[in-house]
């Protein structure tokens, strides 16, 4: 319950302000000093705003007790908690204050060392300990336990609030204070998430038996998959090049949808060689394929479903040049995200107003580690990223004909796009290209029809009689529980297929495609994608 006195405006008569990070900081301190505030203040911070003429008294000073062990003792003192923590509305607090000669503090600015920034920059071990910050977060949280009489700064772009307050209402208002207050929290509990997370690391604990989870809002977004759900983008604060790395160069805000079909096909794009393209809609891959420029590398993807590729996410695992970036915008696309455009691709792209356009600097590892978290009813789901690849050395040929080279080259380029399509799912592939792709499927034989069906609507789009999928090859996520979704991929024209293996039927399974003369390779590993 929210006493009448500290529901009132709370003048700031004694500031504390030790910072890592000085941005703002002198406009803070005029800001009080205007306002008849004295400054407390440590190190460097203190040393900047006696630079710039404005009075301030050293912590050691205020205490009667110097800073020791290198600055790590320093404000975990009496004088300073006691003067944090003290409720001004109870008696026996005031008179314990006065008995001890502890003055109280209406503001506290602590901003963290930089742990999180040390150990992205790939610091030893005894640089990131010594930045894990000890008396920050004391300080913080003793100002936000006690918020009805203290306001907490946590982050430069705090102050300009604050400076508006001590301005216009002469003091702090509750409702800044308690706000402050649940940020404050938010990031030490974000701290100690990536303190947690190292110590994890180095003990090479992926799962650990607490697992926190951290991000910091990027921007509240219009609505979520529907109109009806709020939304929000967050960072997590790691390296890894993608959505929230890139910058957008031009187009309207992003949407959920956008961002997660965009995360979906620039994920994809990264794990070719060769100049690629992954067209996406609805987080499923609808054409995929590698060739000698990207414009080529787009009309091979395009030709696998230009109906699904209407409205949809382009990924692209070179600078854009300006010849792809012309096809690319003859169609309506939502987003096109690579690592880099050139010039001449950034102005054919400008004419489209609103498609976004996403530059990353670089392409996400494939083989990179990780951890995916999923929401599920009273809990999360988390598990280690899909880095699994195979290679032709890790296939074993299970019937009478081995595949050629070239059905080879496209089986592989199958099953690493099979990776990324949503289970049930089946890929067609000729010569680097998709030429038909089934997902989502209760059952893996209508993710085959499906995706030869579509290949014939892609074939006579195109002008040709023949199904794109005749003298394909096929990939399969899972092995085939029963050989009517190889007979199917048989009937689609296939000459070759890949699959994890693993059923219990897998000699009749094997027996089909000797009875067709198709070649079959197992993988032993699976790309479930639910």
Same mark, same amino acid.
Request: glycine share 8%; hydrophobic share 45%.
């Given at each position: 319950?929210?006493?009448?006195?500290?529901?009132?405006?709370?003048?700031?008569?004694?500031?504390?302000?030790?910072?890592?990070?000085?941005?703002?900081? /002198?406009?803070?301190?005029?800001?009080?000093?205007?306002?008849?505030?004295?400054?407390?203040?440590?190190?460097?911070?203190?040393?900047?705003?006696?630079?710039?003429?404005?009075?301030?008294?050293?912590?050691?000073?205020?205490?009667?007790?110097?800073?020791?062990?290198?600055?790590?003792?320093?404000?975990?003192?009496?004088?300073?908690?006691?003067?944090?923590?003290?409720?001004?509305?109870?008696?026996?607090?005031?008179?314990?204050?006065?008995?001890?000669?502890?003055?109280?503090?209406?503001?506290?600015?602590?901003?963290?060392?930089?742990?999180?920034?040390?150990?992205?920059? *790939?610091?030893?071990?005894?640089?990131?300990?010594?930045?894990?910050?000890?008396?920050?977060?004391?300080?913080?949280?003793?100002?936000?336990?006690?918020?009805?009489?203290?306001?907490?700064?946590?982050?430069?772009?705090?102050?300009?609030?604050?400076?508006?307050?001590?301005?216009?209402?002469?003091?702090?208002?509750?409702?800044?204070?308690?706000?402050?207050?649940?940020?404050?929290?938010?990031?030490?509990?974000?701290?100690?998430?990536?303190?947690?997370?190292?110590?994890?690391?180095?003990?090479?604990?992926?799962?650990?038996?607490?697992?926190?989870?951290?991000?910091?809002?990027?921007?509240?977004?219009?609505?979520?998959?529907?109109?009806?759900?709020?939304?929000?983008?967050?960072?997590?604060?790691?390296?890894?090049?993608?959505?929230?790395?890139?910058?957008?160069?031009?187009?309207?805000?992003?949407?959920?949808?956008?961002?997660?079909?965009?995360?979906?096909?620039?994920?994809?794009?990264?794990?070719?060689?060769?100049?690629?393209?992954?067209?996406?809609?609805?987080?499923?891959?609808?054409?995929?394929?590698?060739?000698?420029?990207?414009?080529?590398?787009?009309?091979?993807?395009?030709?696998?479903?230009?109906?699904?590729?209407?409205?949809?996410?382009?990924?692209?695992?070179?600078?854009?040049?300006?010849?792809?970036?012309?096809?690319?915008?003859?169609?309506?696309?939502?987003?096109?995200?690579?690592?880099?455009?050139?010039?001449?691709?950034?102005?054919?792209?400008?004419?489209?107003?609103?498609?976004?356009?996403?530059?990353?600097?670089?392409?996400?590892?494939?083989?990179?580690?990780?951890?995916?978290?999923?929401?599920?009813? *009273?809990?999360?789901?988390?598990?280690?990223?899909?880095?699994?690849?195979?290679?032709?050395?890790?296939?074993?040929?299970?019937?009478?004909?081995?595949?050629?080279?070239?059905?080879?080259?496209?089986? /592989?380029?199958?099953?690493?796009?099979?990776?990324?399509?949503?289970?049930?799912?089946?890929?067609?592939?000729?010569?680097?290209?998709?030429?038909?792709?089934?997902?989502?499927?209760?059952?893996?034989?209508?993710?085959?029809?499906?995706?030869?069906?579509?290949?014939?609507?892609?074939?006579?789009?195109? *002008?040709?009689?023949?199904? /794109?999928?005749?003298?394909?090859?096929?990939?399969?996520?899972?092995?085939?529980?029963?050989?009517?979704?190889?007979?199917?991929?048989?009937?689609?024209?296939?000459?070759?297929?890949?699959?994890?293996?693993?059923?219990?039927?897998?000699?009749?399974?094997?027996?089909?495609?000797?009875?067709?003369?198709?070649?079959?390779?197992?993988?032993?590993?699976?790309?479930?994608?639910?």
């Amino acid at each position: 319950m929210t006493s009448a006195t500290s529901s009132s405006i709370v003048p700031v008569r004694r500031a504390l302000i030790s910072v890592s990070d000085k941005a703002g900081l /002198l406009d803070l301190a005029h800001a009080l000093v205007a306002a008849g505030a004295e400054i407390l203040s440590t190190g460097g911070s203190a040393k900047a705003i006696r630079e710039a003429g404005l009075p301030v008294t050293d912590v050691s000073d205020h205490t009667g007790f110097p800073e020791i062990m290198d600055g790590r003792v320093k404000t975990l003192v009496p004088q300073i908690h006691g003067g944090i923590l003290a409720r001004r509305d109870l008696p026996a607090h005031v008179a314990q204050m006065e008995e001890h000669s502890i003055a109280p503090i209406d503001l506290v600015a602590v901003n963290l060392y930089p742990f999180e920034a040390t150990v992205a920059s *790939g610091a030893g071990a005894d640089d990131c300990i010594e930045n894990i910050d000890i008396g920050g977060p004391a300080l913080i949280r003793a100002a936000a336990k006690n918020h009805d009489h203290v306001v907490i700064l946590t982050d430069p772009a705090q102050y300009a609030a604050i400076i508006e307050n001590l301005s216009a209402d002469k003091g702090t208002t509750l409702q800044t204070r308690r706000t402050l207050a649940g940020a404050a929290y938010a990031r030490t509990a974000a701290y100690d998430a990536a303190i947690a997370a190292w110590f994890a690391g180095q003990r090479d604990d992926v799962l650990p038996e607490r697992l926190s989870v951290a991000g910091l809002r990027r921007e509240s977004l219009r609505y979520g998959e529907n109109p009806h759900q709020q939304a929000a983008f967050y960072a997590d604060g790691t390296t890894r090049p993608g959505v929230a790395t890139a910058r957008q160069v031009q187009g309207k805000a992003l949407s959920y949808n956008n961002l997660n079909d965009t995360d979906a096909a620039f994920e994809a794009v990264a794990e070719f060689d060769r100049p690629s393209v992954v067209i996406v809609k609805h987080a499923n891959p609808c054409g995929v394929a590698s060739a000698e420029t990207l414009s080529a590398a787009w009309d091979l993807a395009l030709r696998c479903d230009p109906v699904s590729a209407f409205g949809g996410i382009v990924a692209l695992n070179r600078t854009l040049d300006e010849d792809a970036a012309a096809r690319i915008a003859a169609i309506f696309t939502e987003v096109i995200v690579a690592p880099d455009a050139t010039d001449g691709a950034r102005a054919v792209l400008a004419k489209k107003k609103n498609l976004r356009l996403l530059l990353t600097g670089a392409l996400p590892d494939p083989a990179e580690g990780g951890v995916v978290v999923r929401s599920v009813a *009273g809990g999360f789901l988390a598990q280690t990223r899909d880095n699994g690849r195979v290679a032709a050395a890790d296939l074993k040929v299970v019937t009478k004909r081995a595949p050629t080279e070239r059905e080879l080259a496209d089986l /592989l380029f199958s099953f690493r796009v099979a990776k990324h399509v949503k289970s049930n799912a089946i890929v067609y592939v000729r010569d680097g290209a998709t030429v038909g792709i089934g997902a989502g499927q209760m059952s893996r034989v209508d993710s085959a029809r499906i995706a030869a069906s579509k290949s014939g609507e892609a074939a006579r789009a195109a *002008g040709q009689t023949q199904a /794109l999928t005749h003298g394909s090859v096929a990939a399969s996520d899972a092995f085939f529980p029963f050989a009517d979704g190889l007979e199917t991929i048989v009937a689609a024209g296939a000459t070759a297929v890949i699959q994890p293996g693993g059923s219990i039927r897998d000699d009749e399974v094997i027996a089909a495609a000797d009875a067709a003369g198709i070649a079959m390779v197992f993988t032993g590993m699976r790309h479930f994608r639910h």
